[in-house]
Every structure is written in C-alpha cells, then in structure tokens.
C-alpha cells in the first residue's frame, strides 16, 4: 500500500522552523545537530524531536512522576564519579535515582516506503527498539531508539543506601552504554548520507 502524508512540506517548513528557533535558545543537545542537519537534508525526511541520550541523577516523589521530578545533574557525555557525588549531594526529599536513556529521534517521512526504509535503516545500525509510532494520511512518524538503559535506586529524604564503590561501578556501566550508543548515532549520521543516495536514484 502507498500511503503518503498530506502538506508534507507544508509540515516540514513548519518544523523547521521550530528547529531554527530551538537551536538559537540552545535546547538542542549540541552532538546530535549533524544528524538533525543530514536528516533534514533529506527531501523524504524531516525530525520533529530528539535527545542524543543522557546520563542523569533524579529526585522524584515517586518513581515515574516526571511532572515533579526534579534532576540533580544531567549529561549528554561522560561523566566522573564526581560529578555524580556532586549531584547527589543536593538530594533532599523523595525517591533519589541514577538514569541511563538512550538516544531518541522522531523522524516524519513523507510516504509509508520512505518510512520502512529509514525504519529498517535503524534497527540495522542498533536502534532496535525503533517503530512507526504514527500511521496515518496526516503523519507518517518513525521513532528512532536504543536498547540501553539503567534504573538505579539510590536512596530516599536524603539517605544514601549505597556506597561510593559501588556509585563508582555503575557509573563506570553508565559511561560503557553511553559510548555505545553514541557510536550507534556515528553511524547513524554516516548512513544518512547513503539512504540519501537511495532516495535520489528512485524514480
């Protein structure tokens, strides 16, 4: 079935121009602005949102409350067990939590092929947990995401119930899944240019 999206590049002038204004307030994390460029580069192509993956250490009331959590340090690289401890440090009140979240993309195409193929393109590279999360003649949306991911309880109202060992291993973990994931963005980012080929040689 050839399902494409109605105002396409009605949508994606729109987009971009939110890209535009995001980039001048600086609410795009700064490594993932190639592939952003490369993507909507693309005739078929536009991104509606991303997160290059972070590392973070969250206070929240309970756990998956994201409306009143509050982070306590959040990185987009590597981080050192101090940097950790520091953040820790500030915990007060509620659940506190150590957090790996790999990269996300949202990536609209114009038609259902341009979709699989982008789709397929990312579960090859890694991305496996990647999907169409919207089917329709109004959006054609592919999610671009990775398996990695840590959940670390930590303590709660400001007891730790670990040691710095044992913050020093997971972070160690921590910064193992982020270079992986960011090497699968790397790649990713090389690609691109590839499926642009593909793209301009169909008739």
Not at 56 to 68: A, T
Not at 96 to 116: C, G, K, N, Q, Y
Not at 151 to 168: F, N, Q, R, T
Request: one cysteine or more; hydrophobic letters at 40%.
């Amino acid at each position: 079935m050839f399902l494409y999206t109605k105002n396409f590049d009605e949508q994606k002038a729109r987009a971009m121009a939110g890209l535009r204004k995001a980039l001048e307030e600086g609410k795009v994390d700064g490594d993932i602005i190639p592939l952003l460029d490369k993507i909507n580069s693309l005739e078929n192509y536009f991104t509606t949102s991303s997160c290059s993956g972070r590392i973070s250490v969250m206070e929240m009331p309970d756990f998956g409350d994201k409306v009143n959590s509050v982070w306590l340090g959040k990185w987009h690289r590597e981080v050192s067990v101090e940097e950790v401890l520091e953040a820790i440090g500030r915990h007060e009140k509620g659940q506190l939590w150590f957090l790996v979240r790999s990269p996300i993309l949202h990536v609209a195409a114009r038609t259902m092929e341009d979709a699989v193929r982008l789709l397929n393109l990312a579960i090859g590279l890694g991305f496996k947990y990647s999907n169409i999360k919207s089917v329709s003649h109004k959006k054609l949306l592919v999610e671009i995401r990775s398996t990695e991911r840590m959940d670390v309880p930590l303590g709660k109202d400001g007891e730790l119930w670990v040691d710095e060992a044992y913050i020093e291993r997971i972070v160690n973990i921590a910064n193992d899944q982020l270079r992986r994931f960011k090497g699968k963005l790397k790649r990713l980012e090389e690609e691109i240019e590839k499926l642009s080929n593909i793209t301009q040689a169909l008739p």
